[in-house]
């Protein structure tokens, strides 16, 4: 498998509807891939089917065989889990994998080298804000260095110039590292800023009605939102995605 996602002909049924129509694409590796689609087009239920969460009833949604990923959840407060420290729930991963205390501190150093948090570690997440809980997820899946990233609106709760500093950061530590990513957005501006390929979805039964490449350079900083391209590239993001909607 060249890839490190394939979704070929993907259908599936909900509620006596039909939510795709033979969708497919592929994610290349070292590839950051964005969706943006209406309420209903079955975003956060591809991914669920991506994780091996759902299952489709014909088609296929599979992630390149042996390799490591991790999940963003939208409802981010229920993926934490509220008896650990902000230590703790971060450094889950490494013990799931049986790393050792030192080797999960020195692990947890390194990550926070990159991304610093304003926080104390040994404080529980429901002492926390929504925006600073949805930053211990987004550690938690960064921290034993997914191949595959899949988020499924991984900054829905911070406030803007967090999210704008996070947008950069993350993509960076993307192309670092040579992992992929598949990531949800109802943001338009993030959907770009982010993205290698973008893809609009269509209303249920869900198709790609628009693939728009975002050749854009590194790092995606703010500067990048104030240029020509950026904004070449939002307009025809939106144009595709009112299409969708209407």
Partial sequence: MNSAIEVNKLSM?????????????????????????????GKSTLLNILSGISNSDAGTARLCPH???AYIFQNYRASLLPWRSVRDNITLPLQLKGISSRGKAQKLSELLS????????????????????????????LIAEPDIL????????????RTLLLRERLF?????????????SHSIEEAVQLADTLLIFSKS???????????LHSPRSVELLSTEAFHTLHTMARDSYLRAAA
């Fill in 13 to 41: 049924r909900i509620d006596g509807r039909e939510l795709y129509d033979q969708l497919s694409f592929r994610v290349p590796k070292n590839h950051i891939t964005t969706i943006l689609g209406v309420n209903g087009s």
């Fill in 67 to 69: 390799s490591q990923f």
């Fill in 114 to 141: 990159e991304w610093p948090i304003d926080f104390s570690l040994d404080t529980f997440p429901y002492r926390l804000s929504g925006g600073q809980q949805q930053l211990i997820i987004l550690l938690r899946s």
């Fill in 150 to 161: 899949l988020a499924d609106e991984p900054f829905s709760a911070l406030d803007y110039e």
């Fill in 172 to 184: 960076n530590w993307l192309k670092k590292r040579s992992a992929s990513a598949l990531i949800v």
């Fill in 205 to 215: 039964p869900t198709q790609i009605i628009s693939r728009i490449e975002a050749p």
